[in-house]
Antibody, heavy 117, light 107 residues
Framework: EVQLVESGGGLVQPGRSMKLSCAASGFTFSNYGMAWVRQAPTKGLEWVATISYDGSSTYYRDSVKGRFTISRDNAKSTLYLQMNSLRSEDTATYYC??????????WGQGVMVTVSS | DIQMTQSPSVLSASVGDRVTLNCKASQNINKYLNWYQQKLGEAPKLLIYNTNNLQTGIPSRFSGSGSGTDYTLTISSLQPEDVATYFCFQHNSWPLTFGSGTKLEIK
């Protein structure tokens, strides 16, 4: 059974940093691209970033480019999202997703990130 | 960026009804269109990928169609457990984008 478990969220002040992790199990992690998708409170879904199966390629939405970094450790079956210079508009539930041919097929339960002073 | 517009934003229907949800892209997305279901307090779940392919384990009452810029999700006979918000999603080009959702309610 595919499982994706996010961690590392919480309350952070504007301008500070936070790193999210996603522990994957139930599939061969190194064979799949992975992504982060977020959802602001009572809002819709927003794709954030994608990383290829081997980490050689990454893609970001413009609003996080230069501030967020997606990475992975295939030996640990873990996905990361390093978030710097956080803004109030980054407040959201962040979902870790497995990518299948360019789209999310499995989703974690999500982790909440609140950016507020 | 490709804009995805869903209609209606809220749909109320009766159990057993055939319901149709719409999604329009701002440009041709070559059938790279998925549908996700999100129940209250849960993570989204993949229902349909690449316009008309049913994800494993999804009931056959769900189906998808479309081409170019216009796509639809159809539920052939609405069930109480189908109450959720449905999002369309394009993966034809970066940035990947979602529609704003259709909230489906039972009358």
């Amino acid at each position: 059974e595919v499982q994706l478990v996010e961690s590392g969220g919480g309350l952070v002040q504007p301008g500070r940093s936070m790193k999210l992790s996603c522990a994957a199990s139930g599939f061969t992690f190194s064979n799949y691209g992975m992504a982060w998708v977020r959802q602001a409170p009572t809002k819709g879904l927003e794709w954030v970033a994608t990383i290829s199966y081997d980490g050689s390629s990454t893609y970001y939405r413009d609003s996080v480019k230069g501030r967020f970094t997606i990475s992975r450790d295939n030996a640990k079956s873990t996905l990361y999202l390093q978030m710097n210079s956080l803004r109030s508009e980054d407040t959201a539930t962040y979902y870790c997703t497995r990518e299948r041919r360019g789209y999310p097929d499995y989703w974690g339960q999500g982790v909440m990130v609140t950016v507020s002073s | 960026d490709i804009q995805m517009t869903q209609s209606p934003s809220v749909l109320s229907a009766s159990v057993g009804d055939r319901v149709t949800l719409n999604c329009k892209a701002s440009q041709n997305i070559n059938k790279y269109l998925n549908w996700y279901q999100q129940k209250l307090g849960e993570a989204p779940k993949l229902l349909i990928y690449n316009t008309n392919n049913l994800q494993t384990g999804i009931p056959s009452r769900f189906s998808g169609s479309g081409s170019g810029t216009d796509y639809t999700l159809t539920i052939s006979s609405l069930q109480p457990e189908d109450v959720a918000t449905y999002f369309c999603f394009q993966h034809n080009s970066w940035p990947l984008t979602f529609g704003s959702g259709t909230k489906l309610e039972i009358k």
